[in-house]
């Protein structure tokens, strides 16, 4: 489904030169749950951006679905990244000013759908994480674990195949973080790809393969 092959990153600022990810050849295969994890500063979310297509590597390829990213134009990276991916991160990006609703039909103001249809796809995506009646809510009336299950409804509103998540229970108390997981426990059950990066070595064990990142490279 996603193959990374030799893939490097280096940032540049104008002093610095860091080598983020080096050599990197992963294979994610459809409906994996896969897990990364690895100390502080390993290259963990340079990573998850790559796979996300959030960022493009320095050297090295890309493939979703076999074909290499790099082959798209940006506007049909943009459209792939769109339709394949939803994204979950540590601390939620949830818009404060936005009802519960409204933040989760929000990635799909950019397809051509009709309003009602958006409506119903996003009350149907609050329902599967548990929180149809919260709807009308905004999202600091909530709990962080609420909050999160927010943001996991507007990551699958779109139906996506992968969902990316970084940290995902990071800043969860445990019985909130166990709810979290338990979603995407279920999620992936029904044949979601998840890639997830964690600290939590119980939560790490959990996704059906552990990959290890130390000094931007993979370990066995
Ligand atoms: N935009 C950037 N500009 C410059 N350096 C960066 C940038 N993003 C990340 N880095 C550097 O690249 C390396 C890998 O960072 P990355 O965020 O991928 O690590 P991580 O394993 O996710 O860390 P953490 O567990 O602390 O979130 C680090 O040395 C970091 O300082």
Redesign the pocket.
Known sequence: MIRLHNVSKT?R?DKVE?L?LKDIDLHIAKAEFVSIM?P???????LLNLIGLLDVPGSGTIAVGGQPVASYQDKHVAQLRNTTFGFIFQSFHLINDLRVIDNVELPLLYRDLPAKRRRRMAREALEKVGLGARMDHYPNQLSGGQQQRVAIARAIVGQPQVLLADEPTGNLDSQMGREVMDILLQLHREGTTVVM?THNEHDAHLASRIVRVFDGQLVA
């Open positions: 940032y600022t860091t983020a690895g502080s500063g390993c290259g963990k979310s340079t990066v």
